[in-house]
């Protein structure tokens, strides 16, 4: 990207489709919301939902990887494991169901993982970093709460899909601004 004729070198060093994490993270958000106005009867619906949450991660995951990023390998090897999670789940969602606790706390695990290395990678002057820091512990606490819990009830999937959905909102929210805010070093 070049910089305009205006000579504004901050103005050409804006990352480009900067709006593609913003509207997926909007979308995310919309998502999670109706996911905890979800009815909690049905363990089958909810494989189904679950399923259409993994698939609809790994359409973003591939969205991803046309970003421009240091790990773009990464997005599709995601994409892969969301849509065969997803078909897993679509195919057999009811045999599956108490497995997809145990999943969605290995996803929560993962994501925090990914939140904690972004946060301690970005220097503590480039961004809100302790944002992505505080998800990360969210989603470390979720996660263990997730996998430890004794009661495998419907409800608690519920809960556990909506968090998830809402801390890749929010996550990707924040990734959108963080492509959008120019880096010190003009990347």
């Known amino acids: 990207m070049t910089p305009p004729a205006t000579g504004n070198p ?16 909007g979308a995310w958000l919309v998502f999670s919301l109706a996911v905890f106005q979800f009815d909690r009867a049905s363990a089958w619906a909810l494989s189904v939902v679950t399923g259409l949450t993994f698939i609809a991660m790994a359409l973003c995951e591939l969205a991803y990887s046309a970003l421009p990023s240091g790990a773009r390998w990464w997005h599709p090897v995601l994409a892969a494991a ?3 999670l ?16 145990r999943i969605v706390a290995w996803f929560l695990l993962a994501k925090g993982s ?8 970005r220097p503590a002057g480039n961004g809100p970093w302790w944002l992505r820091l505080v998800l990360a512990a969210a989603a470390f606490g979720i996660a263990f709460w ?4 004794p009661a495998h009830s ?8 909506g ?3 809402l ?4 996550s990707d929210i924040l990734l959108a601004f963080e492509l959008r805010t120019p880096s010190p070093r003009g990347l």
């Open 86 to 101: 997803g078909l897993v789940a679509l195919v057999w969602p009811q045999p599956t169901f108490h497995a997809l606790i």
């Open 82 to 84: 969301f849509f065969a």
């Open 146 to 149: 997730a996998a430890g819990s």
């Open 10 to 25: 901050v103005a050409g060093a804006i990352r480009p489709a900067w709006w593609v994490p913003l509207v997926l993270g």
């Open 154 to 161: 419907a409800a608690a999937l519920v809960l556990w899909v």
């Open 114 to 121: 990914s939140d904690l290395v972004a946060a301690l990678a």
């Open 167 to 170: 801390l890749r909102g929010v």
């Open 163 to 165: 968090l998830s959905a």
